[in-house]
């Protein structure tokens, strides 16, 4: 188990309007003032780039006939990359009180994850020889060599939030988020050579 230094958050803006350049126009100015407040508060160095960019029709379809475009939607999403933990809350706070819509993922990882991954393949190893240990004693046997040992590590599934709309309230109280804790999982394979 290993606790998370680093957030991504994707925070989206999405604006309707019935004409594609009116839904861009007004998608931009408020990305624009969600970029500045973000800016403003995580400073110029702030990890910020954004990760999608669409404007589509939106359709009514009528129950006989072709389908007709009632106004088109534009959705820009910006990930936020964190190194400290205790401004997610208030980067969420900041975005939706400046025009973000659209919390989409929040996502807590490690950095370099191979400190972690290391220790657990050291941990699977020795449990993996204990047991082969364990079952040769069993047999009447000995290990003799290892033959063969494959491994496979994974970062367990870091705690993952979405959000389908965010609301603003200036009155709201700030954002609570926990990180929780980070599953790093090996495991290790013996081929082993036996002998009496």
Known sequence: MANPDQAKIDIGVVTQAERADAAALQNAER?????????????QGAEIKTISYSVNPN???PREGTPVITGYTATNTLQVTLN????????????????ANSIQRLQFTLKDDSAVQAQALREAAGKARAKAQAMASALG?????????????????????GVAEARASTAAAPTP????????RATVTLTVGIGQ
């Not at 988020?177 to 790093?184: F, L, M, Y």
Request: proline share 3%; hydrophobic share 50%.
């Open 31 to 43: 990305t624009d003032a969600v970029l500045a407040v973000l800016r403003k508060t995580l400073g």
């Open 59 to 61: 359709y009514r379809y």
């Open 84 to 99: 400290d933990l205790k401004l997610v809350g208030k980067v969420i706070d900041a975005a939706v009180q400046f025009g």
């Open 141 to 161: 046997v000995r290990i003799v060599q290892i033959l063969e040992a494959d491994e496979n590590v994974s970062a367990g599934v870091p705690r993952v939030f």
């Open 177 to 184: 988020v926990e990180p929780g804790s980070i599953a790093v």
